[in-house]
């Protein structure tokens, strides 16, 4: 399965920006690759369960995800529950260093057609890869705002 990791420096603080990486409702009203994103239970532990609709090279992608938000490490894990990949699973965190504070992103999926998989994991790759710094930029830039 496909391994995707994304590191993004931004120059907001990094309570800044781990308070705005955390608040995915508000996706949409910055970027344009997320079309919407709702919040449909959380937990007192951490655990919350979204829903996602995401531009993906002009294919709309969409799933629900059971999500644990670990404000100690500063770390967004995600899992999906259903939706349009066989596989998506990840981790978002945010660090500060030297050089400013980093939004690191890893998430291994698989797109669910073995017969087209060689064909279309290196675009899906590539595509999620680039999603992925255009969200933490965005939330870079609002952290920062």
């Known amino acids: 399965m496909p391994h995707v990791i994304t590191r993004t420096v931004c120059a907001a603080g990094v309570d800044a ?3 705005k990486l955390k608040d995915i409702e508000s996706y949409p009203t910055y970027m344009t690759v997320v079309r919407s ?14 829903s996602w609709s995401v531009l993906l090279k002009g294919s709309v992608l969409e799933w629900r995800e059971e999500e644990v938000v670990d404000e100690a490490s500063r770390t967004l ?3 999906q529950l259903d ?10 965190r ?7 504070t980093v939004i690191t992103m890893e998430a291994t999926f698989d797109i669910g057609i073995p017969l087209l998989a ?3 994991n290196p675009v899906a790759e590539k595509a999620l890869r680039d999603s992925c ?3 933490a930029s965005a939330v870079g830039a609002q952290a920062h705002a």
């Open 83 to 92: 939706g349009d990949m066989d596989v998506f699973t990840g981790q978002w």
């Open 133 to 135: 710094v255009q969200i």
């Open 77 to 79: 894990s995600f899992a």
């Open 17 to 19: 920006v781990w308070a």
């Open 94 to 100: 945010v660090t500060a260093e030297s050089g400013g």
């Open 37 to 50: 994103v709702e919040i449909e239970r959380e937990l007192s532990d951490g655990r919350r369960v979204s």
């Open 118 to 120: 060689e064909m279309l």
